[in-house]
């Protein structure tokens, strides 16, 4: 019977909560929260990039190309490196080549398929720097491809619709890194796109 309660409990929870979640997504992605302003202005500044330009949507794809690659390199050499890596108390081999690969995929795709034995395969760094980052940086991702393609179809010229769809950069960092994917999870966000 807790279990029920538990479900009456959430289903109250988000009718009440949704409307004030809603809205303040909504100002995030359009830009009128700004709390963090001024940690972005030297993030984009080294990536150099202006969030207040746009891309068009080949640019954006091939952006989100980049960095899904980056992401997969990156979490892909952490878990053949996991026995020479620090925080592996147990001392734990390289994961495979094909189990790396497979996982790597798998959760820079937000699939998160696993095909290993949790603790008896992964360190601690490779469980926290790449499981648990990809939990975040790949749902950010799928926000901010969301959110470009409505602002492709919303965004309108005096020919039609707009070719601009934002930054991918300002995007990611509105929807991932704590941002909007907090905002659904914990039910704050800060930032802007």
Request: hydrophobic fraction near 50%; aromatic fraction near 12%.
């Amino acid at each position: 019977m807790s279990f029920a309660w538990t479900i009456i409990a959430m289903v109250v929870v988000l009718a009440i909560a949704w409307r004030f979640l809603g809205s303040y997504m909504a100002a995030v992605f359009s830009g009128r929260v700004r709390w963090l302003r001024f940690a972005e202005r030297p993030i984009y500044r080294v990536l150099g990039v202006s969030p207040e330009s746009g891309q068009s949507w080949r640019q954006y794809a091939t952006s989100l190309i980049i960095f899904s690659a980056a992401a997969l390199g990156v979490t892909y050499l952490i878990f053949r490196l996991q026995g020479v890596l620090p925080f592996n108390p147990q001392h734990l081999p390289a994961v495979s080549p094909a189990l790396a690969w497979n996982t790597s995929v798998s959760f820079v795709t937000n699939t998160n398929w696993q095909a290993y034995s949790g603790e008896t395969t992964m360190s601690y760094l490779s469980q926290m720097g790449s499981l648990a980052v990809q939990n975040f940086a790949s749902a950010a991702a799928g926000i901010a491809v969301a959110v470009a393609l409505i602002r492709g179809f919303a965004r309108k010229t005096p020919q039609g619709l707009s070719c601009q769809v934002g930054v991918i950069w300002a995007g990611w960092r509105c929807s991932g890194a704590g941002h909007a994917d907090a905002a659904v999870r914990l039910g704050l966000s800060v930032g802007r796109l």
